[in-house]
Nanobody
């Protein structure tokens, strides 16, 4: 059973930066992959960034490429999402989620953290 806890959200002006953290417990990164999703008001939840199996290469939604960077610290069992050059359209609740390596479906979710970008 994986537990995921996000932190680092907040209010920032357009052009600013935030770093989100996702601390995982219950399983380690040699058995799971963690990714980031977001859901804006009135919209469906969408994939933001993650790692591919089996090579661990990072992949991103087109809307955040070049601005967001996902990384992980295996020793701390924590995944980060560095978000630069934020735009008002990045405003959303951001969730981290995990899936077992080799599986397609994310099956454990954090509670979410709000990111608000003002213009």
């Amino acid at each position: 059973q994986v537990q995921l806890v996000e932190s680092g959200g907040g209010l920032v002006q357009a052009g600013g930066s935030l770093r989100l953290s996702c601390a995982a417990s219950g399983r380690t990164f040699d058995t799971i992959l963690v990714g980031w999703f977001r859901q804006a008001p009135g919209k469906e939840r969408e994939f933001v960034a993650g790692f591919t199996w089996p090579d661990g290469v990072t992949n991103y939604a087109d809307s955040v490429k070049g601005r967001f960077t996902i990384s992980r610290d295996n020793a701390k069992n924590t995944v980060y999402l560095q978000m630069n050059n934020l735009r008002p359209e990045d405003t959303a609740v951001y969730y981290c989620a995990s899936k077992s390596r080799g599986r397609a479906t994310y099956d454990a979710w954090g509670q979410g953290t709000q990111v608000t970008v003002s213009s």
